[in-house]
Every structure is written in structure tokens, then in C-alpha cells.
């Protein structure tokens, strides 16, 4: 048990020193040489504005992607001020200008402020001021550890924002690519293309037209790739969901989270099927343990995040951090018009159809691949078998249920990213009909 929690304990503060290091080592890059990229970014942002919206043929619809959110990371990226690399990194200022900008303001609980220029929240406009050069209030974002500056900087050095976004789209389609085929390798065709289709669903291939989130998906495809290849070699997997919750805090801007760890559960209990079959309190147990190590991670590493802003540069973030937690938790002004119900509506509107599609194509394949079997019948279903079976992925479909309960006022105002959580839902369903027909139709396949 020492030993056990000695390896937790080492493990973040080795990442943590990483984290604080890269961010210092990405900001020392002077902004004068993204400046070019930076430039030719916003006025891309400008055509498109602050919300673009992109066709997507296979669903027949248009899908909204936050342009807001790029914005923000741009000017983000640009505010650093490489004189003072790890103080830049950590306060996370926007709309600054070294020794122009007069008016900076802390970061507050609530919706991130705005250039006093505006009626509205305007990125996009905010970032074309900016890069040039036209002096406004500057605010502070320190809540986030803004983890992708370590790879935006640098790669704004050389690309802008449209050859990033390719680089990025091209780097998911890969990892799609390994996902799919590892799935089929080590479990079978049937899973491979249930993963498929779930990325479908969510408009996995098109996640590179928006900055904001991808470095999500990275997390979550890379995880998953470790899993299917190293499942035999991963020593503590409970060490091992420790590290994505703490990867997942730094990088990422509070967009879906969870999939990093419910995508790679899921393929952990698929292969331990293979494997090794488990009891229904061994799965539990499991289940338990490697949520609560992905969760210690991720809430161990925000919390370290405002303790170091609050210690060295005197901000009161956590104060400030908990507040916000208590607004995103409940619908604001609104929470006798909206309940918990009205935000899975809403999150759930964006994916019925592909979610009722995709179940469809599955009992249809299933079904045609009972037509192999030359000799088949209908069994007796040892329901404890069936539950021993389907008890991870039914614990597992009720994860982004539990986020939207917690988090209700982003889910719901924030739906048109944060529904992408459903892919858990729709991974886990489709696993479930498959168990079911398993323990339901024995036969003997036919030979030519």
C-alpha cells in the first residue's frame, strides 16, 4: 500500500514539475515571432466569425464550432510576455501588450470578461485589436493550466491557424486509423465498428475545424491505442488513469473530459473479458479504483494550479476557482425554468439520430452474422453471465449523465460540444446488444 501510493506520489510531482516547465520553456519564445501566423490567423477567424458553422454531408446539417474559444487561445498564445515567461504562463492574460497595456484585471468566477469595446462577448474582434496593436483592458485567465500553449506556440511559429487545424485533422484521421484497427485485432470487427460509428456520431473527423477540444481526443485516442497495444505490460492501470486525469486537466478548457475516461474503461473491460474473465464485485471494484484515480488526478492538478497562483503571485484563485465550480454547477437566474432533464434534452438533440442509426446498423450486423451459423438456436441466458457481461458498459453509459447533473449550466449553454460526451452512451449501448446476442444464440458456423 506504501509503496503503491509512494508511485501516485511521485508521478505528480514529476508531471507537475513537467507541466510548469513547458509552459515556461513555450513561453520564453519572444511573440514577435508568431506574430506573422498570429495575424494571418485572425483575419481568418474574422471571415469566419465567432461562431463557424460547417456542413456536414453524412448528417446532412450544419454543426456550429466555436471560433470564440480559437480566438481566445490565439490572444492567449500572443499575450505572453517572454521577459517574464513562467508569470505570463500563469495568469494567462488576454488583449496585453508589453508596456502598452495599463489596465489588467484578475481572473473573476462568472463568464471570462470582455474589452469594454464590445456589448458582447467578441473574441474574435478581440484578437484582430490585439495583433494591431490597439490598446484595451487586458483579463486575466489563470483558472485553466492552458496546457495547449505548449504545442500552439511553437506551432505558430511556422503554420497559421488553417494549417494547423489540417496538421491537427490529419493527426485524429491516424489515430482513428490505429484505434480502429487495434479494436479489430484484439477484440473484433463488430467492436471496430461500433467505435467507428460512435466517432461518427460526433463528428470525430471534423473536431480539426475547431481548436477548442481536440486536445481532448488526442488524449482519449492516444490512451486508448496504449491500452489495445501494452495491456499486458501496464503494471497499475489505477496509476495509469491517474496520469490521463492529470494530462486531461492541463490541456484542456473543460469540454468533455470524461471521454478520456470512459473510452479507455471501456476497452480496458473488453480486453479483460478476453483475458481474463472477472466476478461482478471484481468489476466494481475496478470500476471504483480507476474512476477515483482519474478523478484524483484531474481535480489534484486544477488544485494545484490555483495553489501555485495563489502562493506565488498572490491571487485568491482558489476562492475564485470554487465559486465558478458553484455557477457552472447550477443554471444561473434560471434554475426554476431548467432541471437535469432539460439538459440531457438539450445535449441529447444533437445526436439522436446518429445515436438510433448507429444502433440499427449493429443489431442489423449482428443479425446477418447469425446467418453463419448453420446450426443455431435460441439458449437459456444465465443472467448472471449476462450481467456479469454488461455491468461495466451499463456503469460506464451513466458517466456523462452524472457530469451533466454536476455541471448544468455549462452542459446546457454549451451543448453544441459538450453533447459530444454521448459518445460514451452510444459506444456502451451498442456493446450491450452485442453481449446480449452472444449469451442469447449458440451455433456451428457453416463450412464451404
Known amino acids: 500500500m506504501k509503496k503503491t501510493m509512494f508511485g501516485y506520489i511521485f508521478v505528480y510531482f514529476i508531471l507537475i514539475i513537467l507541466f510548469v516547465l513547458l509552459l515556461t520553456l513555450s513561453s520564453c519564445l519572444p511573440s514577435s515571432v508568431i506574430k506573422h501566423n498570429v495575424q494571418e490567423s485572425s483575419k481568418i477567424l474574422l471571415k469566419e466569425g465567432n461562431r463557424k458553422i460547417v456542413y456536414i454531408p453524412y448528417r446532412g446539417i450544419n454543426m456550429?464550432?466555436?471560433n470564440y474559444t480559437d480566438a481566445l487561445m490565439m490572444n492567449t498564445a500572443y499575450s505572453i510576455d517572454s521577459k517574464t515567461p513562467l508569470y505570463s504562463a500563469f495568469v494567462a492574460r488576454k488583449n496585453y501588450i508589453p508596456n502598452v497595456t495599463t489596465e489588467v484585471y484578475q481572473d473573476t468566477a462568472g463568464e471570462l470578461r470582455s474589452s469594454s469595446k464590445y456589448q458582447y462577448h467578441n473574441e474574435v474582434g478581440e484578437l484582430n485589436d490585439l495583433v494591431n496593436g490597439e490598446k484595451a483592458e487586458s483579463f486575466e485567465y489563470a483558472r485553466y493550466w492552458h496546457g495547449y500553449l505548449v504545442v500552439l506556440r511553437p506551432l505558430l511559429t511556422l503554420f497559421h491557424l488553417t494549417q494547423i487545424r489540417a496538421l491537427l485533422t490529419i493527426l485524429l484521421?491516424?489515430?482513428?486509423?490505429?484505434?480502429?484497427?487495434?479494436i479489430y485485432k484484439k477484440i473484433n470487427i463488430i467492436v471496430s465498428f461500433i467505435f467507428f460509428t460512435g466517432l461518427l456520431g460526433i463528428e470525430y473527423f471534423y473536431l480539426g475545424f475547431s481548436l477548442q477540444g481536440i486536445f481532448v481526443f488526442i488524449i482519449m485516442m492516444v490512451a486508448s491505442i496504449i491500452i489495445l497495444l501494452k495491456y499486458n505490460k501496464i503494471k497499475s492501470f489505477g496509476l495509469y488513469f491517474f496520469i490521463i486525469g492529470m494530462l486531461v486537466n492541463f490541456f484542456d478548457f473543460l469540454t468533455v473530459p470524461?471521454?478520456?475516461?470512459?473510452i479507455p474503461l471501456v476497452l480496458y473491460f473488453l480486453l479483460k473479458k478476453e483475458k481474463e474473465p472477472e466476478n461482478i464485485t471484481e468489476i466494481l471494484k475496478q470500476m471504483i479504483q480507476y474512476t477515483f484515480a482519474w478523478g484524483m488526478g484531474y481535480a489534484?492538478?486544477?488544485?494545484t494550479k490555483w495553489t501555485l497562483v495563489d502562493i506565488f503571485f498572490n491571487r485568491n484563485l482558489i476562492a475564485v476557482a470554487i465559486n465558478q465550480v458553484l455557477y457552472r454547477s447550477a443554471l444561473t437566474g434560471s434554475i426554476t425554468e431548467y432541471s437535469i432533464f432539460s439538459v440531457i434534452k438539450e445535449n441529447i438533440s444533437y445526436i439522436k439520430i446518429p445515436l438510433f442509426i448507429s444502433l440499427m446498423t449493429t443489431f442489423l450486423i449482428i443479425s446477418l452474422n447469425i446467418?453463419?451459423?448453420?446450426?443455431?438456436?435460441?439458449v437459456r441466458v444465465n443472467s448472471e453471465k449476462l450481467i456479469t457481461n454488461i455491468l461495466p458498459y451499463l456503469v460506464i453509459s451513466i458517466f456523462p449523465i452524472c457530469w451533466y447533473s454536476i455541471l448544468q449550466n455549462h452542459s446546457y449553454y454549451h451543448a453544441f460540444f459538450t453533447y459530444r460526451n454521448l459518445i460514451i452512451i452510444n459506444?456502451?449501448?451498442?456493446?450491450?446488444?452485442?453481449?446480449i446476442f452472444i449469451e442469447s444464440f449458440k451455433g456451428e458456423k457453416n463450412e464451404k
Not at 489534484?300 to 488544485?303: A, D, H, P, S, V
Open 64 to 66: 456550429q464550432f466555436d
Open 173 to 182: 484521421c491516424i489515430l482513428a486509423l490505429i484505434l480502429i484497427y487495434l
Open 258 to 262: 470524461i471521454v478520456t475516461l470512459s
Open 300 to 303: 489534484l492538478t486544477w488544485l
Open 371 to 378: 446467418l453463419r451459423f448453420k446450426k443455431l438456436k435460441i
Open 427 to 435: 459506444i456502451c449501448l451498442n456493446i450491450i446488444i452485442q453481449e
